[in-house]
């Protein structure tokens, strides 16, 4: 894969700025800002799960572990993967995060949802 690059470990993942999926400075910047509270290594885990109002959710987690088919998107000191499965269902999408009068959340810009709940975490395709 175009843009991969070999781990510590020995592990393979994607590693692109210009990739499958896009993150703004305001989501790389408030990621960065959550990771220097965890311990070296961690990384914002962002994946594709069944359920919630829409038929899909997206899930946040922080991670350490990198598995082999990760798409790993970094900018700055923000490291983002997303596992091989997930990507298919984010393929175009755009990470951002959004301080407004409702509160703040980081929200997911997918050209592949087709509907999406009132809250933005569930969306169907």
Same mark, same amino acid.
């Given at each position: 894969?175009? $843009?991969?690059?070999?781990?510590?470990?020995?592990?393979?993942?994607?590693?692109?700025?210009? $990739?499958?999926?896009?993150?703004?400075?305001?989501?790389?910047?408030?990621?960065?800002? /959550?990771?220097?509270?965890?311990?070296?290594?961690?990384?914002?885990?962002?994946?594709?799960?069944?359920?919630?109002?829409? $038929?899909?959710?997206?899930?946040? @987690?922080? @991670?350490?572990?990198?598995?082999? @088919?990760?798409f790993i998107l970094a900018r700055g000191d923000a490291v983002v993967a997303i596992d091989a499965v997930s990507l298919q269902f984010l393929d175009g999408a755009e990470i951002d995060f959004v301080d407004d009068l409702? $509160?703040?959340?980081?929200?997911?810009?997918?050209?592949?949802?087709?509907?999406?709940?009132?809250?933005?975490?569930?969306?169907? /395709?």
């Open positions: 894969m175009a $843009g991969s690059e070999t781990m510590a470990a020995g592990e393979t993942a994607a590693v692109s700025p210009d $990739g499958p999926v896009a993150m703004t400075e305001r989501a790389a910047r408030r990621i960065a800002k /959550v990771l220097n509270g965890e311990p070296e290594g961690t990384l914002l885990r962002i994946s594709v799960e069944g359920g919630g109002c829409s $038929g899909f959710q997206y899930k946040f @987690d922080f @991670d350490t572990a990198r598995e082999d @088919d990760d409702i $509160g703040q959340s980081f929200q997911i810009n997918n050209p592949n949802a087709t509907a999406a709940c009132g809250c933005g975490t569930s969306f169907s /395709v």
